[in-house]
Protein backbone atom coordinates (compact mmCIF):
# COMPACT_ATOMS: atom_id res chain seq x y z
CA UNK A 1 0.00 0.00 0.00
CA UNK A 2 1.28 3.53 -0.59
CA UNK A 3 2.34 5.83 2.09
CA UNK A 4 -0.02 8.08 2.89
CA UNK A 5 0.12 11.88 3.24
CA UNK A 6 -1.57 13.08 6.79
CA UNK A 7 -2.62 16.82 7.95
CA UNK A 8 -2.84 17.22 11.42
CA UNK A 9 -4.30 21.33 12.16
CA UNK A 10 -3.15 21.48 16.03
CA UNK A 11 -3.80 25.00 17.75
CA UNK A 12 -1.19 26.53 20.34
CA UNK A 13 -3.43 27.41 23.76
CA UNK A 14 -2.68 28.73 26.79
CA UNK A 15 -3.11 25.20 29.26
CA UNK A 16 -6.50 24.59 30.01
CA UNK A 17 -5.82 22.10 32.80
CA UNK A 18 -4.16 25.22 34.63
CA UNK A 19 -6.26 25.92 37.81
CA UNK A 20 -9.24 28.69 37.63
CA UNK A 21 -7.44 31.29 40.16
CA UNK A 22 -4.71 31.49 37.53
CA UNK A 23 -7.18 33.25 35.30
CA UNK A 24 -8.38 36.97 34.61
CA UNK A 25 -10.76 38.64 32.63
CA UNK A 26 -9.79 41.63 31.29
CA UNK A 27 -13.40 42.97 30.94
CA UNK A 28 -12.21 46.33 29.61
CA UNK A 29 -10.31 45.12 26.85
CA UNK A 30 -12.27 41.90 26.27
CA UNK A 31 -9.54 39.82 27.11
CA UNK A 32 -9.00 36.28 28.81
CA UNK A 33 -5.91 36.32 30.61
CA UNK A 34 -4.31 32.81 31.13
CA UNK A 35 -1.06 32.48 33.96
CA UNK A 36 -0.05 29.22 32.11
CA UNK A 37 2.34 28.18 29.78
CA UNK A 38 1.38 27.17 26.34
CA UNK A 39 0.81 23.73 24.93
CA UNK A 40 -0.98 22.00 21.78
CA UNK A 41 -4.72 21.77 22.52
CA UNK A 42 -5.27 18.24 24.21
CA UNK A 43 -7.90 17.45 21.42
CA UNK A 44 -4.95 17.98 18.81
CA UNK A 45 -2.89 16.50 20.83
CA UNK A 46 -4.78 12.82 20.42
CA UNK A 47 -5.45 13.63 16.64
CA UNK A 48 -1.31 13.92 16.12
CA UNK A 49 -1.15 10.72 18.19
CA UNK A 50 -3.41 8.86 16.40
CA UNK A 51 -1.55 10.23 12.69
CA UNK A 52 1.36 8.52 14.57
CA UNK A 53 -0.14 5.20 14.86
CA UNK A 54 -1.20 5.48 11.52
CA UNK A 55 2.36 5.74 9.86
CA UNK A 56 3.44 2.94 12.23
CA UNK A 57 1.09 0.82 10.69
CA UNK A 58 0.94 2.06 6.97
CA UNK A 59 3.74 4.38 6.51
CA UNK A 60 3.21 7.86 5.80
CA UNK A 61 3.94 11.42 6.52
CA UNK A 62 2.82 13.81 8.76
CA UNK A 63 2.73 17.29 8.11
CA UNK A 64 1.25 19.34 11.50
CA UNK A 65 -0.24 22.83 10.32
CA UNK A 66 -0.63 25.41 13.18
CA UNK A 67 -2.54 28.72 12.89
CA UNK A 68 -2.17 30.71 15.67
CA UNK A 69 0.22 34.20 16.49
CA UNK A 70 3.46 34.21 18.21
CA UNK A 71 3.55 30.24 18.21
CA UNK A 72 5.63 28.93 20.46
CA UNK A 73 9.05 26.88 18.80
CA UNK A 74 9.28 24.72 22.21
CA UNK A 75 5.78 24.07 21.38
CA UNK A 76 5.96 22.98 18.02
CA UNK A 77 8.42 21.31 17.95
CA UNK A 78 7.27 18.66 20.28
CA UNK A 79 5.12 17.35 17.32
CA UNK A 80 8.20 17.25 15.70
CA UNK A 81 9.79 15.11 18.37
CA UNK A 82 6.70 13.24 18.81
CA UNK A 83 6.78 12.00 15.49
CA UNK A 84 5.88 14.38 12.93
CA UNK A 85 7.85 14.67 9.56
CA UNK A 86 6.93 18.51 8.95
CA UNK A 87 5.52 21.84 10.76
CA UNK A 88 4.04 24.71 8.91
CA UNK A 89 2.77 27.89 10.55
CA UNK A 90 0.33 30.25 9.61
CA UNK A 91 0.55 33.67 11.09
CA UNK A 92 -0.97 36.71 9.81
CA UNK A 93 -1.90 39.75 11.98
CA UNK A 94 -4.61 39.82 9.66
CA UNK A 95 -5.66 36.43 11.01
CA UNK A 96 -6.34 37.23 14.57
CA UNK A 97 -9.71 36.69 15.95
CA UNK A 98 -11.18 35.13 13.06
CA UNK A 99 -14.68 33.48 13.46
CA UNK A 100 -14.48 29.48 12.84
CA UNK A 101 -15.48 30.04 9.15
CA UNK A 102 -12.48 32.28 8.14
CA UNK A 103 -10.41 29.85 10.17
CA UNK A 104 -11.32 27.09 8.49
CA UNK A 105 -11.01 29.39 5.28
CA UNK A 106 -7.43 30.22 6.09
CA UNK A 107 -7.02 26.49 6.63
CA UNK A 108 -8.82 25.04 3.79
CA UNK A 109 -6.61 27.63 1.53
CA UNK A 110 -2.87 26.47 3.37
CA UNK A 111 -3.81 22.92 2.60
CA UNK A 112 -4.80 23.67 -1.66
CA UNK A 113 -1.35 25.14 -1.00
CA UNK A 114 0.39 22.13 0.70
CA UNK A 115 -1.17 20.10 -2.41
CA UNK A 116 -1.95 16.67 -1.88
CA UNK A 117 -3.07 14.44 1.22
CA UNK A 118 -5.29 11.45 1.99
CA UNK A 119 -6.38 12.09 5.39
CA UNK A 120 -6.40 15.59 7.37
CA UNK A 121 -6.99 14.98 11.47
CA UNK A 122 -7.93 17.89 14.09
CA UNK A 123 -8.96 17.41 17.50
CA UNK A 124 -12.97 17.55 18.02
CA UNK A 125 -12.66 21.30 19.56
CA UNK A 126 -9.82 23.54 21.06
CA UNK A 127 -9.41 24.13 24.48
CA UNK A 128 -9.88 27.66 24.55
CA UNK A 129 -13.64 28.71 22.85
CA UNK A 130 -14.62 25.04 22.86
CA UNK A 131 -16.75 25.38 19.44
CA UNK A 132 -15.85 22.04 17.66
CA UNK A 133 -16.64 23.61 14.50
CA UNK A 134 -13.34 24.31 12.46
CA UNK A 135 -12.90 20.29 11.56
CA UNK A 136 -16.36 19.96 9.73
CA UNK A 137 -16.55 23.23 8.26
CA UNK A 138 -13.01 22.70 6.83
CA UNK A 139 -14.05 19.26 5.64
CA UNK A 140 -17.40 20.70 3.65
CA UNK A 141 -14.98 23.85 1.99
CA UNK A 142 -12.66 21.12 0.45
CA UNK A 143 -15.82 18.91 -0.31
CA UNK A 144 -14.52 15.72 1.88
CA UNK A 145 -15.89 13.31 3.97
CA UNK A 146 -16.20 14.08 7.46
CA UNK A 147 -15.90 11.78 10.75
CA UNK A 148 -16.38 12.81 14.06
CA UNK A 149 -15.21 11.71 17.57
CA UNK A 150 -13.32 9.17 16.12
CA UNK A 151 -11.47 6.73 18.78
CA UNK A 152 -9.36 4.70 16.78
CA UNK A 153 -8.48 5.19 12.97
CA UNK A 154 -7.60 2.70 10.15
CA UNK A 155 -6.05 3.46 6.73
CA UNK A 156 -6.79 0.70 4.37
CA UNK A 157 -7.18 0.11 0.86
CA UNK A 158 -8.18 4.14 0.11
CA UNK A 159 -10.47 4.19 2.66
CA UNK A 160 -10.59 5.45 6.33
CA UNK A 161 -12.16 3.24 9.24
CA UNK A 162 -13.45 4.77 12.37
CA UNK A 163 -15.09 3.61 15.47
CA UNK A 164 -16.93 6.81 15.96
CA UNK A 165 -18.08 7.55 19.46
CA UNK A 166 -21.74 7.67 19.72
CA UNK A 167 -24.24 7.91 22.69
CA UNK A 168 -24.95 4.50 23.23
CA UNK A 169 -21.47 3.01 22.40
CA UNK A 170 -19.46 3.05 18.92
CA UNK A 171 -20.25 3.04 15.29
CA UNK A 172 -17.71 1.84 12.52
CA UNK A 173 -17.85 4.23 9.88
CA UNK A 174 -16.04 4.13 6.54
CA UNK A 175 -15.01 6.77 3.58
CA UNK A 176 -13.49 7.10 0.86
CA UNK A 177 -10.20 9.51 1.03
CA UNK A 178 -9.50 12.07 1.33
CA UNK A 179 -11.09 12.65 4.30
CA UNK A 180 -11.31 14.29 7.16
CA UNK A 181 -11.52 13.15 10.73
CA UNK A 182 -11.99 15.15 14.43
CA UNK A 183 -10.35 13.15 17.02
CA UNK A 184 -11.50 12.55 20.42
CA UNK A 185 -9.68 11.18 23.82
CA UNK A 186 -10.37 7.79 23.83
CA UNK A 187 -7.93 7.66 20.88
CA UNK A 188 -5.26 8.14 24.13
CA UNK A 189 -2.88 10.75 24.75
CA UNK A 190 0.01 12.06 22.47
CA UNK A 191 3.40 9.66 23.63
CA UNK A 192 5.64 10.96 25.71
CA UNK A 193 8.63 12.91 24.42
CA UNK A 194 11.74 12.69 26.08
CA UNK A 195 13.85 15.74 27.18
CA UNK A 196 16.85 14.77 25.76
CA UNK A 197 14.64 14.29 22.02
CA UNK A 198 13.16 17.38 22.44
CA UNK A 199 16.71 19.42 23.07
CA UNK A 200 17.83 17.41 19.99
CA UNK A 201 15.76 18.59 18.01
CA UNK A 202 16.00 22.23 19.64
CA UNK A 203 19.77 22.35 18.99
CA UNK A 204 19.02 21.48 15.12
CA UNK A 205 18.50 24.20 12.76
CA UNK A 206 14.92 23.24 11.09
CA UNK A 207 13.22 24.90 8.53
CA UNK A 208 9.90 25.83 9.64
CA UNK A 209 7.54 27.48 6.92
CA UNK A 210 5.81 30.18 8.14
CA UNK A 211 2.95 31.53 5.56
CA UNK A 212 0.62 34.30 5.59
CA UNK A 213 -2.20 36.10 3.72
CA UNK A 214 0.50 36.98 0.73
CA UNK A 215 1.27 33.40 0.63
CA UNK A 216 -1.88 31.85 1.06
CA UNK A 217 -4.28 34.32 -1.85
CA UNK A 218 -6.59 34.62 0.89
CA UNK A 219 -9.59 37.20 0.29
CA UNK A 220 -9.08 39.41 2.99
CA UNK A 221 -12.51 40.94 1.94
CA UNK A 222 -14.42 37.83 3.06
CA UNK A 223 -12.90 37.61 6.48
CA UNK A 224 -14.49 37.70 9.74
CA UNK A 225 -13.92 38.67 13.31
CA UNK A 226 -15.46 37.46 16.05
CA UNK A 227 -18.06 39.90 17.49
CA UNK A 228 -17.35 40.36 20.66
CA UNK A 229 -19.38 41.83 22.17
CA UNK A 230 -19.05 41.66 25.86
CA UNK A 231 -16.71 39.72 28.19
CA UNK A 232 -17.40 38.28 31.59
CA UNK A 233 -15.77 36.16 34.39
CA UNK A 234 -17.61 33.57 35.24
CA UNK A 235 -20.14 33.30 37.97
CA UNK A 236 -17.91 32.76 41.79
CA UNK A 237 -17.58 28.96 42.63
CA UNK A 238 -15.96 29.10 45.60
CA UNK A 239 -17.57 27.52 48.54
CA UNK A 240 -16.55 27.34 52.36
CA UNK A 241 -14.28 23.74 52.70
CA UNK A 242 -14.68 22.24 56.24
CA UNK A 243 -11.29 20.07 56.57
CA UNK A 244 -11.85 16.55 58.61
CA UNK A 245 -9.07 16.55 60.47
CA UNK A 246 -8.04 13.32 62.67
CA UNK A 247 -5.01 12.15 64.32
CA UNK A 248 -4.73 9.01 61.71
CA UNK A 249 -6.34 8.03 58.68
CA UNK A 250 -9.00 5.70 60.22
CA UNK A 251 -9.97 8.93 62.33
CA UNK A 252 -10.42 10.97 59.63
CA UNK A 253 -12.26 7.61 57.47
CA UNK A 254 -14.78 7.50 60.69
CA UNK A 255 -15.78 11.01 60.33
CA UNK A 256 -16.45 10.95 56.76
CA UNK A 257 -18.41 8.58 57.20
CA UNK A 258 -20.63 10.47 59.70
CA UNK A 259 -20.57 13.11 57.02
CA UNK A 260 -21.66 11.07 54.18
CA UNK A 261 -24.64 9.55 56.84
CA UNK A 262 -25.30 12.85 57.88
CA UNK A 263 -25.68 14.59 54.37
CA UNK A 264 -26.58 11.68 52.76
CA UNK B 1 -37.54 34.93 6.55
CA UNK B 2 -40.36 35.22 9.54
CA UNK B 3 -40.16 31.82 11.04
CA UNK B 4 -37.62 30.64 13.60
CA UNK B 5 -36.87 26.57 13.15
CA UNK B 6 -35.73 24.30 15.64
CA UNK B 7 -34.28 20.35 15.65
CA UNK B 8 -36.35 17.44 17.14
CA UNK B 9 -34.45 15.23 18.80
CA UNK B 10 -36.22 12.40 20.15
CA UNK B 11 -35.40 9.42 23.02
CA UNK B 12 -38.06 6.10 22.65
CA UNK B 13 -39.91 7.55 19.69
CA UNK B 14 -40.91 11.10 21.83
CA UNK B 15 -39.44 14.43 21.44
CA UNK B 16 -36.08 14.38 24.32
CA UNK B 17 -36.04 16.87 26.89
CA UNK B 18 -33.24 19.47 25.41
CA UNK B 19 -35.99 19.17 22.51
CA UNK B 20 -38.91 20.83 24.79
CA UNK B 21 -35.77 23.09 26.64
CA UNK B 22 -35.44 24.38 23.12
CA UNK B 23 -38.90 24.69 22.20
CA UNK B 24 -39.44 26.55 25.83
CA UNK B 25 -36.12 29.08 24.20
CA UNK B 26 -37.20 29.42 21.46
CA UNK B 27 -40.83 30.12 21.38
CA UNK B 28 -39.77 33.48 23.68
CA UNK B 29 -37.42 34.76 21.41
CA UNK B 30 -40.09 34.48 18.75
CA UNK B 31 -42.67 36.14 20.50
CA UNK B 32 -40.01 39.25 21.49
CA UNK B 33 -39.64 38.94 17.68
CA UNK B 34 -43.09 38.62 16.78
CA UNK B 35 -42.39 35.45 14.23
CA UNK B 36 -43.17 32.01 14.36
CA UNK B 37 -41.84 29.25 15.82
CA UNK B 38 -41.66 25.54 13.94
CA UNK B 39 -39.66 22.55 14.54
CA UNK B 40 -38.48 20.20 12.31
CA UNK B 41 -39.12 16.49 12.45
CA UNK B 42 -36.18 14.33 10.28
CA UNK B 43 -36.77 10.53 10.16
CA UNK B 44 -38.30 8.13 8.48
CA UNK B 45 -41.48 6.85 9.27
CA UNK B 46 -42.05 9.21 12.25
CA UNK B 47 -45.82 10.41 12.14
CA UNK B 48 -46.30 9.64 15.86
CA UNK B 49 -43.04 11.57 16.94
CA UNK B 50 -44.58 14.42 14.71
CA UNK B 51 -47.80 14.38 16.32
CA UNK B 52 -46.07 14.05 19.99
CA UNK B 53 -44.55 17.31 19.24
CA UNK B 54 -47.32 19.38 17.73
CA UNK B 55 -48.77 19.28 21.36
CA UNK B 56 -46.09 21.88 22.12
CA UNK B 57 -47.75 25.09 21.09
CA UNK B 58 -45.68 25.67 17.59
CA UNK B 59 -47.04 26.97 14.60
CA UNK B 60 -45.62 24.32 12.59
CA UNK B 61 -43.99 21.20 11.97
CA UNK B 62 -41.86 20.01 9.15
CA UNK B 63 -41.90 16.60 8.80
CA UNK B 64 -39.00 15.58 6.98
CA UNK B 65 -39.59 12.17 5.47
CA UNK B 66 -37.14 10.05 3.43
CA UNK B 67 -35.78 6.02 3.49
CA UNK B 68 -32.40 7.53 4.12
CA UNK B 69 -32.91 9.38 7.06
CA UNK B 70 -33.88 6.39 9.24
CA UNK B 71 -31.64 6.74 11.86
CA UNK B 72 -28.42 9.49 12.40
CA UNK B 73 -26.67 9.63 8.97
CA UNK B 74 -24.99 13.01 9.49
CA UNK B 75 -24.27 13.44 5.42
CA UNK B 76 -28.51 12.86 4.42
CA UNK B 77 -29.27 14.37 7.60
CA UNK B 78 -27.12 17.74 6.77
CA UNK B 79 -28.78 17.61 3.03
CA UNK B 80 -32.51 16.99 4.09
CA UNK B 81 -32.00 20.19 6.64
CA UNK B 82 -30.39 22.20 4.10
CA UNK B 83 -32.90 21.41 1.72
CA UNK B 84 -35.69 22.39 3.99
CA UNK B 85 -33.87 25.58 4.59
CA UNK B 86 -33.40 26.66 1.76
CA UNK B 87 -37.27 26.25 0.85
CA UNK B 88 -38.25 27.97 4.06
CA UNK B 89 -35.91 30.92 4.72
CA UNK B 90 -35.59 31.41 8.47
CA UNK B 91 -34.71 33.51 10.33
CA UNK B 92 -33.49 31.83 13.67
CA UNK B 93 -32.44 28.14 13.47
CA UNK B 94 -31.67 26.22 16.53
CA UNK B 95 -30.55 22.74 17.87
CA UNK B 96 -29.20 20.98 21.24
CA UNK B 97 -25.63 21.17 21.84
CA UNK B 98 -26.01 17.39 21.86
CA UNK B 99 -24.32 14.57 19.58
CA UNK B 100 -26.73 15.10 16.70
CA UNK B 101 -26.24 19.37 16.64
CA UNK B 102 -22.94 19.32 17.13
CA UNK B 103 -22.32 16.91 14.00
CA UNK B 104 -25.35 18.70 12.05
CA UNK B 105 -25.48 22.09 12.80
CA UNK B 106 -21.20 23.67 11.77
CA UNK B 107 -21.86 21.50 8.46
CA UNK B 108 -25.52 23.18 7.67
CA UNK B 109 -24.22 26.78 8.87
CA UNK B 110 -21.11 26.38 6.14
CA UNK B 111 -23.83 25.61 3.46
CA UNK B 112 -26.21 28.37 3.67
CA UNK B 113 -22.62 30.83 4.70
CA UNK B 114 -23.66 31.81 7.99
CA UNK B 115 -21.88 31.59 11.47
CA UNK B 116 -22.85 29.26 13.77
CA UNK B 117 -22.54 29.70 17.72
CA UNK B 118 -22.29 26.87 20.15
CA UNK B 119 -22.88 25.85 23.24
CA UNK B 120 -24.84 28.70 23.98
CA UNK B 121 -26.01 29.55 27.89
CA UNK B 122 -27.85 32.66 26.54
CA UNK B 123 -30.17 33.78 24.01
CA UNK B 124 -31.46 37.50 23.89
CA UNK B 125 -32.26 39.73 21.06
CA UNK B 126 -30.30 42.74 20.37
CA UNK B 127 -33.16 45.43 20.26
CA UNK B 128 -31.03 47.64 17.65
CA UNK B 129 -31.09 45.08 14.62
CA UNK B 130 -32.71 42.34 16.12
CA UNK B 131 -30.05 39.91 15.78
CA UNK B 132 -29.02 36.83 18.21
CA UNK B 133 -26.66 37.78 21.25
CA UNK B 134 -25.02 34.35 21.83
CA UNK B 135 -23.62 33.68 25.58
CA UNK B 136 -21.53 30.99 25.69
CA UNK B 137 -18.40 30.28 28.29
CA UNK B 138 -15.18 30.61 26.83
CA UNK B 139 -11.36 28.72 28.06
CA UNK B 140 -13.34 25.70 29.69
CA UNK B 141 -15.89 28.21 31.97
CA UNK B 142 -13.78 30.34 32.83
CA UNK B 143 -14.87 33.79 31.09
CA UNK B 144 -18.69 33.85 29.82
CA UNK B 145 -18.59 35.71 26.31
CA UNK B 146 -21.50 37.61 24.43
CA UNK B 147 -21.18 37.39 21.01
CA UNK B 148 -22.96 38.43 17.57
CA UNK B 149 -22.94 37.66 14.24
CA UNK B 150 -24.30 38.33 11.08
CA UNK B 151 -25.71 36.19 8.81
CA UNK B 152 -29.13 34.40 8.23
CA UNK B 153 -30.63 32.30 9.59
CA UNK B 154 -28.98 33.08 12.98
CA UNK B 155 -27.51 30.11 14.24
CA UNK B 156 -26.73 28.07 17.49
CA UNK B 157 -26.48 25.16 19.67
CA UNK B 158 -27.76 25.48 23.04
CA UNK B 159 -26.61 23.72 26.06
CA UNK B 160 -29.15 21.34 27.78
CA UNK B 161 -30.38 22.61 31.41
CA UNK B 162 -30.76 26.31 30.19
CA UNK B 163 -34.30 26.74 29.48
CA UNK B 164 -37.14 24.80 31.39
CA UNK B 165 -39.12 22.13 29.42
CA UNK B 166 -41.85 22.92 27.67
CA UNK B 167 -45.39 21.74 28.79
CA UNK B 168 -47.96 20.32 26.33
CA UNK B 169 -50.89 23.02 25.06
CA UNK B 170 -53.87 22.83 23.84
CA UNK B 171 -53.79 23.87 21.11
CA UNK B 172 -51.98 21.49 18.10
CA UNK B 173 -49.76 22.29 15.40
CA UNK B 174 -49.72 22.56 11.69
CA UNK B 175 -48.22 19.15 10.32
CA UNK B 176 -46.59 19.87 7.08
CA UNK B 177 -44.97 16.51 5.33
CA UNK B 178 -41.71 16.99 3.25
CA UNK B 179 -39.72 14.43 0.74
CA UNK B 180 -36.36 16.08 0.44
CA UNK B 181 -34.25 15.59 -3.02
CA UNK B 182 -32.09 13.57 -1.80
CA UNK B 183 -30.25 10.77 -3.93
CA UNK B 184 -27.40 8.90 -2.58
CA UNK B 185 -24.43 10.23 -4.20
CA UNK B 186 -24.95 12.82 -0.70
CA UNK B 187 -23.81 10.04 1.02
CA UNK B 188 -20.17 9.89 1.51
CA UNK B 189 -19.28 8.18 5.09
CA UNK B 190 -20.79 4.76 5.05
CA UNK B 191 -21.74 3.35 8.81
CA UNK B 192 -20.89 -0.39 9.14
CA UNK B 193 -22.09 -1.30 12.10
CA UNK B 194 -23.03 0.59 15.64
CA UNK B 195 -21.80 -1.57 18.61
CA UNK B 196 -23.58 -1.26 21.51
CA UNK B 197 -21.85 -1.02 25.02
CA UNK B 198 -22.77 -0.74 28.25
CA UNK B 199 -22.85 2.88 29.14
CA UNK B 200 -22.96 4.70 32.46
CA UNK B 201 -25.20 7.47 32.80
CA UNK B 202 -23.95 9.66 35.25
CA UNK B 203 -26.71 12.02 35.44
CA UNK B 204 -28.89 9.46 36.85
CA UNK B 205 -26.68 8.92 39.95
CA UNK B 206 -27.73 10.52 43.35
CA UNK B 207 -23.83 10.08 44.12
CA UNK B 208 -21.09 10.25 42.20
CA UNK B 209 -16.83 9.31 42.82
CA UNK B 210 -14.84 10.38 40.39
CA UNK B 211 -10.95 9.75 39.92
CA UNK B 212 -8.51 11.92 38.66
CA UNK B 213 -4.87 12.32 37.57
CA UNK B 214 -3.63 11.66 41.27
CA UNK B 215 -5.43 8.14 41.15
CA UNK B 216 -1.81 6.64 39.88
CA UNK B 217 -2.70 3.15 39.08
CA UNK B 218 -5.85 2.04 36.95
CA UNK B 219 -6.07 -0.61 39.53
CA UNK B 220 -6.99 1.72 42.01
CA UNK B 221 -10.65 2.68 40.78
CA UNK B 222 -11.26 -1.04 42.18
CA UNK B 223 -11.25 1.20 45.41
CA UNK B 224 -13.64 3.77 44.35
CA UNK B 225 -15.90 1.05 42.62
CA UNK B 226 -15.50 -0.60 46.55
CA UNK B 227 -16.93 3.07 47.92
CA UNK B 228 -19.69 3.53 45.35
CA UNK B 229 -21.07 -0.09 46.24
CA UNK B 230 -20.17 0.27 49.96
CA UNK B 231 -21.83 3.96 49.98
CA UNK B 232 -24.86 2.22 47.23
CA UNK B 233 -25.33 -0.15 50.24
CA UNK B 234 -25.43 1.70 53.29
CA UNK B 235 -27.19 4.73 51.83
CA UNK B 236 -29.73 3.27 49.11
CA UNK B 237 -28.48 6.19 47.06
CA UNK B 238 -27.65 5.19 43.38
CA UNK B 239 -23.69 5.87 43.32
CA UNK B 240 -21.77 5.89 40.19
CA UNK B 241 -17.47 6.13 39.67
CA UNK B 242 -17.01 8.95 37.30
CA UNK B 243 -13.18 10.58 36.05
CA UNK B 244 -11.67 13.40 34.89
CA UNK B 245 -10.08 13.63 31.36
CA UNK B 246 -7.01 12.64 31.80
CA UNK B 247 -8.58 8.92 32.71
CA UNK B 248 -9.58 8.50 29.91
CA UNK B 249 -6.64 9.66 27.85
CA UNK B 250 -5.07 6.94 29.83
CA UNK B 251 -7.85 4.40 28.23
CA UNK B 252 -8.57 3.09 32.15
CA UNK B 253 -12.33 4.43 31.94
CA UNK B 254 -14.20 4.30 29.14
CA UNK B 255 -15.61 8.23 27.92
CA UNK B 256 -19.18 8.16 29.35
CA UNK B 257 -17.64 7.84 33.07
CA UNK B 258 -15.84 11.42 32.25
CA UNK B 259 -16.96 14.63 34.07
CA UNK B 260 -16.59 18.20 32.49
CA UNK B 261 -17.27 20.33 29.94
CA UNK B 262 -16.24 17.52 26.77
CA UNK B 263 -17.38 14.86 29.52
CA UNK B 264 -20.91 14.88 31.38
CA UNK B 265 -22.32 17.71 33.42
CA UNK B 266 -24.04 16.61 36.38
CA UNK B 267 -25.72 18.11 39.23
CA UNK B 268 -25.35 15.11 41.75
CA UNK B 269 -26.72 15.07 45.68
CA UNK B 270 -22.91 14.06 46.63
CA UNK B 271 -20.02 14.50 44.36
CA UNK B 272 -16.51 13.12 45.36
CA UNK B 273 -13.50 14.13 43.87
CA UNK B 274 -10.81 12.04 44.57
CA UNK B 275 -7.38 12.92 43.45
CA UNK B 276 -8.57 15.50 41.43
CA UNK B 277 -6.90 19.27 41.30
CA UNK B 278 -9.75 21.30 39.83
CA UNK B 279 -9.10 22.35 36.55
CA UNK B 280 -11.71 24.43 35.17
CA UNK B 281 -13.19 21.89 32.37
CA UNK B 282 -14.01 19.69 35.22
CA UNK B 283 -15.43 22.09 37.64
CA UNK B 284 -17.74 23.18 34.99
CA UNK B 285 -19.15 19.62 35.12
CA UNK B 286 -19.35 19.14 38.39
CA UNK B 287 -20.20 22.42 40.22
CA UNK B 288 -23.80 22.34 40.50
CA UNK B 289 -23.65 19.26 42.73
CA UNK B 290 -25.17 19.45 46.47
CA UNK B 291 -22.43 18.64 48.07
CA UNK B 292 -19.04 18.41 47.25
CA UNK B 293 -16.47 15.99 48.97
CA UNK B 294 -12.95 16.54 47.86
CA UNK B 295 -9.69 13.64 49.41
CA UNK B 296 -6.31 14.97 48.08
CA UNK B 297 -2.54 15.10 49.53
CA UNK B 298 -2.27 18.85 48.02
CA UNK B 299 -4.34 21.06 50.79
CA UNK B 300 -3.70 23.71 48.17
CA UNK B 301 -5.39 22.00 45.57
CA UNK B 302 -8.39 23.98 43.48
CA UNK B 303 -10.82 21.58 44.51
CA UNK B 304 -10.78 22.89 48.22
CA UNK B 305 -11.67 25.59 47.09
CA UNK B 306 -15.15 24.54 46.02
CA UNK B 307 -15.91 21.92 47.89
CA UNK B 308 -17.67 21.53 50.82
CA UNK B 309 -15.71 18.93 52.73
CA UNK B 310 -12.21 18.02 52.36
CA UNK B 311 -9.53 15.43 53.64
CA UNK B 312 -6.23 15.85 52.86
CA UNK B 313 -4.79 12.24 52.78
CA UNK B 314 -3.66 9.61 50.54
CA UNK B 315 -7.02 7.75 48.75
CA UNK B 316 -4.81 4.91 48.95
CA UNK B 317 -4.91 4.87 53.45
CA UNK B 318 -8.30 6.80 53.48
CA UNK B 319 -10.96 4.81 50.87
CA UNK B 320 -10.40 1.10 52.30
CA UNK B 321 -10.51 2.59 56.15
CA UNK B 322 -13.45 4.34 54.91
CA UNK B 323 -15.16 1.21 53.05
CA UNK B 324 -14.40 -0.45 56.09
CA UNK B 325 -16.21 1.92 58.01
CA UNK B 326 -19.58 2.12 55.99
CA UNK B 327 -19.67 -1.65 56.01
CA UNK B 328 -19.64 -2.09 59.73
Given at each position: ??E?????C???I???E??FS???????????????????????????EA?I????E?G?K???L????????T??R????AG????I?I????F??LDS???A?V????????G?????????????W??G?V???????L????I?????I???D??V???K??P??Y?????GL???????N?????????R?????L???P???????????????E???K?Q??E?????????EC??????????KA??L?????E?? | ?N?L???????????D?T?L???R???D??K?????????VVG??T????????S?G???IY?L???????????A???????????????????????????V??????R??????????????????????????I???N???????AG????????K???E????????S???D???????S?????????????????D???V?I???R??????????L????????K??G??T???CS?PV????WL????Q????????????Y????????I?H????????????I??D?????FKV??Y????D???????L???LE?
Amino acid sequence: MKEIRIIVCAKQIPDPEAPFSNVTVNVEKKEVIVDAPDVISPYDENALEAAIRIKEEVGGKITVLSLGRKVSDTVLRKTLAAGADALILIEDPAFERLDSNSVAYVLSRAIQKIGEYDLILTGRQAGDWDSGQVGLILAEMLGIPTISLARSIKVDDGRVLVEKTIPVGYEVVEAGLPALVTVSNEVGELRYVSRTRMMGLLKRPIPIPKWGSKDLVTDLEILKKVQLIELSPPPDMRRECAFIEGASPEDKADKLAAVFKEIG
Amino acid sequence: MNELLLLVESKEGLPDKTTLELIRGGSDLAKELGIDTSAVVVGHETPSLAESVASYGLKKIYRLEHPMLSGFQPDAWVGALEWLCRQIGPRIFLASHSFVGKEVAPRLACRLKTELTTDCIGLKIDPQDGLLIRTKPIYGGNAIAALKCAGLPQMVTVRKNIFEPMEPVDTRSELVDLVPDLDESIIKVRSLKIVPEEVVELDKAHVVISGGRGVVEKEDFDMLKALAAALNKSSGNVTMVGCSRPVVDKCWLSSDHQVGLTGSIIAPDIYVAVGISGAIQHLVGMIRSKKIIAINTDPGCNMFKVADYGVVEDYKVLIPALVKKLEE
